[in-house]
């Protein structure tokens, strides 16, 4: 099965969003907009995985979840990568979110997985041109959109099942998630040693 581990926003940052891009989807109808209810943030790719791997998996990933604290997050803002992908950047909390990122990474690697070594870039996905297409324009009307925050308090597993949805594209479905329940760091406990 497709996996990957993602945060997803609630349904207020979506629908801001929606908002938002609801004009730059008629000004560039050509491209393939991804779906209001597909937006997250991925944590990590993982492609294809054998079902015999998602038992472990799951285990490090909730092990990885106790570790880390709610993050304050928000999007805002607009980018892209080369001509091809309009996104819109993840805000706040970016140094726990990367170790998240990395955590979740480390969980995969140990459960056998091979994960690409890459900088991260939180980013959700808006866009995608089925060619080259001149995305400056539309990063550019993003520049100054800013979402509410919000506190992303649970990591999911997702599977991708591709061309599943009604116009074709992806349907992504949770098949498991785990509360983030770490104290940030320089906080103390208030349950004694």
Not at 134 to 150: F, H, T
């Amino acid at each position: 099965m497709r996996l990957f581990v993602a945060l997803t926003p609630p349904d207020e940052v979506t629908e801001a969003l929606r908002v938002t891009t609801a004009a730059l989807r008629e000004l560039a109808p050509k491209l393939r907009w991804t779906r209001p209810e597909q937006w997250h943030v991925t944590l990590v790719f993982l492609g294809e995985v054998d079902d015999g791997l998602v038992g472990e998996l799951s285990r490090r990933l909730e092990r990885a979840a106790t570790r880390h604290p709610p993050l304050s997050l928000s999007l805002g803002g607009g980018g892209r990568f080369g001509n091809r992908v309009l996104w819109t950047q993840v805000q706040g909390d970016r140094d726990n979110l990367r170790r998240l990122a990395g955590s979740a990474a480390a969980a995969a690697r140990r459960s056998r997985l091979p994960v690409e070594d890459r900088p991260y870039r939180p980013h959700v996905t808006l866009a995608r041109a089925p060619g080259q297409a001149d995305l400056r324009p539309l990063v550019q009307r993003l520049a100054c959109w800013e979402g509410p925050p919000w506190v992303a308090g649970q990591l999911h597993l997702v599977r991708s099942h591709l061309g599943a949805a009604p116009d074709g594209s992806a349907l992504h479905e949770p098949i498991a998630g785990w509360p983030l329940t770490g104290r940030a760091p320089g906080t103390k406990s208030s349950v004694p040693d």
